[in-house]
Nanobody, 120 residues
Framework: QVQLVESGGGLVQPGGSLRLSCAAS????????MNWYRQAPGKERELVAG????????NYADSVKGRFTISRDNAKNTVYLQMNSLKPEDTAVYYC?????????????WGQGTQVTVSS
């Protein structure tokens, strides 16, 4: 079955960095675009970054452009989110996402999430 397992979250001071990882299994990772979302308390889940199958194209939320970098290693079935210059407003649970075609319909798959807290 499809599994997405995030890791790398934690507590970091403003201006610091973290790298999140998402290990994928149960589907053809190299054929799937991947995304990172986040959800802060009391807010809706929002798209942070996305990457195409071979990593040739990426997109970012305006709030993280220039600070976050999404990448992938298809040999390791892993997608990463490098987060630099972190701000308190980046505090959220971060989720890995894949939208996979199943029986003719795209279905969203999610990891369990990893908490990122930016605080002094």
């Amino acid at each position: 079955q499809v599994q997405l397992v995030e890791s790398g979250g934690g507590l970091v001071q403003p201006g610091g960095s973290l790298r999140l990882s998402c290990a994928a299994s149960g589907f053809t990772f190299s054929s799937s675009a991947m995304n990172w979302y986040r959800q802060a308390p009391g807010k809706e889940r929002e798209l942070v970054a996305g990457i195409t199958t071979a990593g040739g194209s990426t997109n970012y939320a305006d709030s993280v452009k220039g600070r976050f970098t999404i990448s992938r290693d298809n040999a390791k079935n892993t997608v990463y989110l490098q987060m630099n210059s972190l701000k308190p407003e980046d505090t959220a649970v971060y989720y890995c996402n894949a939208n996979l075609l199943r029986f003719g319909v795209f279905r969203a798959y999610w990891g369990q999430g990893t908490q990122v807290t930016v605080s002094s």
